[in-house]
């Protein structure tokens, strides 16, 4: 298990606001490719909560558009392949 430290190789602590919200920090968010709406499943074994994303995609509104925005799991598909297979499940309306 990797873990984060401060300056001073203490370990990193967070502290839990009034309404039970947490911050998770930044390069913990960059290494899971963790963004705002992003899943985490809770799991508590011997008095240790445990966070993991579940690879659930989040939507977010950019401009007039609703966007996906996930961590990738695997190759990015070429555009033209999502657009021929979109074509072909419209086809025949």
Known sequence: MRGYHTDMESPLTITIDAAGRLVIPAAVRRELAIVGGTELAVEVEGGVIHLRPTGSAALARRGRRIVVR????????????????????????
């Open 70 to 93: 996930s961590a990738l799991t695997g190759p990015v598909p070429d555009h033209r392949d999502v657009r021929d297979e979109r074509d072909v499940g419209t086809a025949g309306g």
